[in-house]
């Protein structure tokens, strides 16, 4: 009996293993399937540069690589990162605070909406890499304009993404919500903001990709360590794998925090995105 026990054990033992392996295969196959165009992507780039042959005009990903290994060894990298992140970071959360707040009181009360409409129609199209002379002009050449250009680039989508989103709230939630007795308050944090909580995350996707976009041209302009002044400094030194190092960096830092949006959102709301294993109904 005890034998029995100790080989039913064992098989029992073998069985949770094998399928532990077979959901891990499974997983790393799911990954694969979804991020293999990175990888193409990768491995055309890599030869075309041996097609060409002209490191000066593109450099292969195994130099590229190189120069990031070595920049992370002398600490250069690291300080690039560090620097980049917080301005980035900062303009992008404060735009984030401010774009969702205007958006949903343009969204919400019709006063609001006529009295900012137009001037953010009329604002959004200014160049935001064409106002860092004047921030600089207005803050000096230190971190508060670089972040104040930040601020410009990633608020717009955030508002405007947000306003949207209040603006297409379904009313007859909102009459049902009046039926149940719910005030002014509740109806604006249980109904409005969760219905329009999709749109100000992707206007927060949006926006972030924006953010990274001006901090390159901000730290071109005025900066001393970043990865847009490595970048810049690339170039002015003829130095083409120092360049695609950068923005390889920062396609993967922005990579990283668009993911890191995209799940929260789909941890938020649930309702709204359509399960992975979900069949899609084609015509």
């Not at 005009?57 to 560090?82: C, K, M, P, Y």
């Not at 993404?161 to 149940?180: P, Q």
């Amino acid at each position: 009996m005890y034998k029995s026990n100790v080989n039913a054990e064992r098989v029992l033992d073998h069985h949770s293993r094998a399928r532990a392996v077979t959901d891990l295969f499974a997983r790393a196959r799911s990954y694969v399937s979804r991020f293999y165009s990175i990888f193409v992507l990768l491995g055309l780039w890599q030869l075309t540069a041996v097609i060409i042959d002209n490191q000066l005009f593109l450099s292969r990903l195994s130099a590229v690589l190189e120069t990031i290994w070595v920049n992370s060894l002398s600490g250069q990298l690291e300080a690039d990162i560090e620097a980049s992140l917080f301005r980035c970071l900062a303009g992008f959360g404060i735009a984030l605070v401010f774009g969702t707040a205007l958006g949903i009181m343009m969204g919400w009360s019709q006063k609001w909406d006529n009295f900012w409409n137009f001037a953010i129609s009329f604002t959004n199209p200014i160049p935001k890499l064409g106002l860092i002379p004047l921030f600089i002009l207005w803050l000096g050449i230190g971190e508060a304009s670089k972040i104040a250009v930040i601020f410009t680039g990633a608020v717009f989508p955030i508002l405007i993404n947000t306003h949207s989103g209040v603006k297409g709230v379904n009313k007859l939630w909102l009459w049902r919500a009046t039926t149940f007795g719910a005030n002014h308050r509740e109806i604006l944090w249980k109904v409005v903001l969760a219905a329009a909580l999709p749109h100000i995350l992707t206007g927060a996707r949006l926006g972030m990709a924006v953010a990274w976009i001006v901090l390159l041209g901000a730290e071109m302009v005025a900066a001393e360590v970043g990865l847009g002044f490595r970048i810049l400094y690339g170039g002015q030194t003829f130095n083409t794998p120092l360049v695609f190092a950068g923005l390889l960096v920062i396609a993967t830092l922005g990579f990283l925090f668009d993911r890191l949006i995209l799940v929260i959102s789909k941890r938020l709301c649930r309702w709204y995105f359509r399960p992975e294993d979900e069949p899609v109904m084609t015509q």
